[in-house]
């Protein structure tokens, strides 16, 4: 028979690396609350765990009347709380330690000065017995001291009363929002020797009730009375059992890491703005921790549904028009003809030709750079006519569908986030694009190898029109000085100064024609490498400015999805 292997789960160490993580990654997209709860939240936990971890710090919490003090006296065998009837009673914690050595750092991190040595029995050794004010107290500071002491303690031990086990306070502000942290939480019902024995199960069974409704199915509820000592035994029992296991404070943080991991993943589904005027903790109102799905598990990110490849054509397109491509690609046909006249043709025409503009150049086009500038290939920008109201209003159109299909699926906050990128970098948008076309046109003005070789037999055929110009102008020089005449070469019957010229002018002039055509014929092909080229260059400009930036939003909320999810991730 095969076992299965039991999947390992992550250790909290771990865990509050990956917290740090997502809280690192999650800064400036989502509220500062979140991302500060949660670094807050792993320098809390960081600092427990260089504590005593022999210790654990159990906080006796409730409302007024509720009994707490009675409760914290009775356990620790000594009246060390003061009991009255003026409210509210306990105005600072105070703490009673069984074996409290090695304990003193950990109060003084949870700052509870009043300590006492409890004196009764050995079984709950290593126990800290907070006695905490009352968390519905008159007075403000009590209730922030209540607030503080909630997130630092080991063990949640609520301490309710007949009467106000029910109060929505206790439930709205502490109970349901810790409902993760239910594995640290006890409940007491005490003052039950108040109650007839038919109305304690009848009070215990509605509070099991409230407390599922809670969230905290499985929290121990025990009844019992700190004046008549019914129940005590079964308190005491059960602290001794979380003692002894060592490992509430671990289960605490535990806690703390999903918790804050949750939080993360909720700021996320909002945009910022409104995380940042919903989770903020106020005196008056609920404790700063937010509630959390049943069993303990974060609110599910979806993985990422948007995509760059296939935006990449249209925005492209978009800028190639708006940084007139056409145009550019007319003027490398138009160049390269009118530099293929000027290297080929007749010389004795085409000198004409230098007097009418070079279309590249017109447009800034194959500029060389001084030695001095940093960037050889480029003087400044290049003059091609600016984009259109349309063109532009195209542009940017493309870069608006590009981050809404990127973001398309994603939480709202990581949305926002990730149309932001797309747009992030088009202010250098129109300076980049003009670049890469003067950069990538630079080819449109390198001279083919044969214009070398026409313009020279332009210039020897240049020369046999020159010279038999020159042989028949001596020749007619001689006959006006009526001197002799040499003997005259002849091709057939045509004398040699008559070939050389009028063959020297017409072969000019068909060379001439042939090599426009040519030009004509390579001009059209050099138009359609530019076009290619400069459309692969614009593409690579818009990957940079526009969609590298959205994937590199999208990767970053992957790794945050991925380290929201390995922080809240049970052990359980």
Same mark, same amino acid.
């Given at each position: 028979?095969?076992?299965?292997?039991?999947?390992?789960?992550?250790?909290?160490?771990?865990?509050?690396?990956?917290?740090?993580?997502?809280?690192?990654?999650?800064?400036?997209?989502?509220?500062?609350?979140?991302?500060?709860?949660?670094?807050?939240?792993?320098?809390?936990?960081?600092?427990?765990?260089?504590?005593?971890?022999?210790?654990?710090?159990?906080?006796?919490?409730?409302?007024?009347?509720?009994?707490?003090?009675?409760?914290? #006296?009775?356990?620790?065998?000594?009246?060390?709380?003061?009991? @009255?009837?003026? +409210?509210?009673?306990?105005?600072?914690?105070?703490?009673?330690?069984? =074996?409290?050595?090695?304990?003193?750092?950990?109060?003084?991190?949870?700052?509870?000065?009043?300590?006492?040595?409890?004196?009764?029995?050995?079984?709950? #050794?290593?126990?800290?017995?907070? /006695?905490?004010?009352?968390? =519905?107290?008159?007075?403000?500071?009590?209730?922030?001291?209540?607030?503080?002491?909630?997130?630092?303690? =080991?063990?949640?031990?609520?301490?309710?009363?007949?009467?106000?086990?029910?109060?929505?306070?206790?439930?709205?502000?502490?109970?349901?929002?810790?409902?993760?942290?239910?594995?640290?939480?006890?409940?007491?019902? #005490?003052?039950?020797?108040?109650?007839?024995?038919?109305?304690?199960?009848?009070?215990?069974?509605?509070? +099991?009730?409230?407390? /599922?409704?809670?969230?905290?199915?499985?929290?121990?509820?025990?009844?019992?009375?700190?004046?008549?000592?019914?129940?005590?035994?079964?308190?005491?029992?059960?602290?001794?059992?979380?003692?002894?296991?060592?490992?509430?404070?671990?289960?605490?943080?535990?806690?703390?890491?999903?918790?804050?991991?949750? +939080?993360?993943?909720?700021?996320?589904?909002?945009?910022?703005?409104?995380?940042?005027?919903?989770?903020?903790?106020?005196?008056?109102?609920?404790?700063?921790?937010?509630? %959390?799905?049943?069993?303990?598990?974060?609110?599910?990110?979806?993985?990422?549904?948007? %995509?760059?490849?296939?935006?990449?054509?249209?925005?492209?397109?978009?800028?190639?028009?708006?940084?007139?491509?056409?145009?550019?690609?007319?003027?490398?046909?138009?160049?390269?003809?009118?530099?293929?006249?000027?290297?080929?043709?007749?010389?004795?025409?085409?000198?004409?030709?230098?007097?009418?503009?070079?279309?590249?150049?017109?447009?800034?086009?194959?500029?060389? $750079?001084?030695?001095?500038?940093? =960037?050889?290939?480029?003087?400044?920008?290049?003059?091609?006519?600016?984009?259109? !109201?349309?063109?532009?209003?195209?542009?940017?159109?493309?870069?608006?569908?590009?981050?809404?299909?990127?973001?398309?699926?994603?939480?709202?906050?990581?949305?926002? $986030?990730?149309?932001?990128?797309?747009?992030?970098?088009? $202010?250098?948008?129109?300076? !980049?694009?003009?670049?890469?076309? @003067?950069?990538?046109?630079?080819?449109?003005?390198?001279?083919?190898?044969?214009?070398?070789?026409?313009?020279?037999?332009?210039?020897?055929?240049?020369?046999?029109?020159?010279?038999?110009?020159?042989?028949?102008?001596?020749?007619?020089?001689?006959?006006?000085?009526?001197?002799?005449?040499?003997?005259?070469?002849?091709? @057939?019957?045509?004398?040699?100064?008559?070939?050389?010229?009028?063959?020297? !002018?017409?072969?000019?002039?068909?060379?001439?024609?042939?090599?426009?055509?040519?030009?004509?014929?390579?001009?059209?092909?050099?138009?359609?490498?530019?076009?290619?080229?400069?459309?692969?260059?614009?593409?690579?400009?818009?990957?940079?400015?526009?969609?590298?930036?959205?994937? /590199?939003?999208?990767?970053?909320?992957?790794?945050?999805?991925?380290?929201?999810?390995? $922080?809240? %991730?049970?052990?359980?």
């Amino acid at each position: 028979m095969k076992l299965l292997r039991r999947k390992e789960r992550p250790s909290l160490e771990s865990r509050l690396d990956a917290l740090l993580e997502a809280a690192s990654l999650g800064e400036g997209r989502l509220s500062e609350e979140a991302v500060e709860n949660a670094r807050t939240v792993a320098e809390r936990a960081g600092a427990r765990r260089r504590l005593s971890v022999e210790h654990t710090v159990a906080a006796l919490a409730g409302a007024t009347g509720s009994g707490k003090s009675s409760l914290f #006296n009775a356990m620790a065998g000594d009246d060390l709380a003061a009991v @009255g009837v003026t +409210r509210p009673t306990t105005a600072t914690a105070q703490a009673a330690l069984w =074996d409290g050595e090695g304990a003193g750092p950990l109060l003084d991190w949870i700052d509870v000065p009043h300590r006492h040595s409890a004196s009764t029995g050995d079984d709950l #050794n290593g126990l800290v017995l907070l /006695d905490l004010p009352d968390h =519905d107290s008159i007075r403000l500071s009590h209730r922030l001291e209540v607030d503080r002491l909630v997130e630092l303690v =080991d063990l949640l031990v609520w301490v309710l009363d007949p009467q106000k086990y029910a109060d929505a306070a206790v439930h709205e502000r502490y109970l349901r929002p810790l409902a993760g942290h239910r594995d640290v939480m006890v409940v007491v019902l #005490n003052q039950i020797d108040r109650l007839p024995p038919d109305a304690v199960e009848r009070c215990l069974k509605d509070l +099991r009730r409230l407390l /599922d409704d809670d969230g905290l199915a499985g929290v121990p509820i025990l009844g019992v009375s700190a004046r008549a000592g019914t129940g005590l035994a079964e308190l005491r029992a059960l602290l001794a059992a979380r003692v002894a296991d060592r490992a509430s404070w671990s289960a605490r943080l535990a806690a703390d890491v999903t918790s804050a991991a949750t +939080r993360l993943a909720a700021a996320s589904s909002v945009l910022p703005r409104t995380v940042a005027n919903s989770a903020g903790p106020s005196p008056d109102g609920p404790l700063a921790l937010d509630p %959390e799905p049943a069993g303990n598990a974060p609110m599910p990110l979806p993985e990422v549904s948007g %995509e760059t490849a296939g935006l990449e054509g249209p925005l492209a397109a978009a800028l190639s028009r708006a940084a007139g491509v056409p145009v550019v690609v007319e003027a490398v046909a138009k160049g390269h003809r009118h530099r293929a006249v000027v290297a080929t043709g007749w010389p004795v025409t085409r000198w004409v030709r230098r007097f009418r503009p070079d279309p590249l150049r017109r447009l800034r086009i194959g500029t060389a $750079a001084p030695a001095t500038s940093p =960037d050889r290939e480029l003087v400044g920008h290049t003059s091609v006519p600016e984009a259109s !109201a349309v063109q532009r209003a195209q542009v940017e159109t493309a870069i608006r569908d590009v981050g809404e299909s990127a973001a398309a699926g994603l939480p709202g906050a990581w949305a926002a $986030a990730v149309r932001q990128a797309a747009r992030s970098r088009s $202010a250098e948008l129109a300076d !980049a694009v003009d670049k890469a076309v @003067g950069r990538t046109s630079l080819g449109a003005t390198r001279r083919p190898r044969w214009w070398r070789a026409v313009n020279g037999l332009q210039w020897l055929v240049f020369g046999a029109l020159l010279a038999g110009a020159l042989w028949l102008g001596g020749l007619f020089a001689l006959d006006y000085l009526q001197l002799p005449e040499p003997p005259m070469p002849t091709v @057939g019957e045509v004398p040699w100064p008559t070939v050389l010229l009028l063959g020297g !002018a017409l072969a000019g002039v068909l060379i001439a024609l042939l090599s426009r055509v040519t030009a004509w014929l390579g001009g059209r092909r050099r138009a359609r490498r530019a076009s290619r080229a400069l459309r692969e260059a614009i593409g690579r400009v818009s990957q940079e400015y526009v969609l590298q930036p959205v994937e /590199d939003e999208l990767g970053r909320y992957t790794r945050f999805a991925g380290a929201v999810t390995r $922080a809240a %991730e049970s052990r359980r």
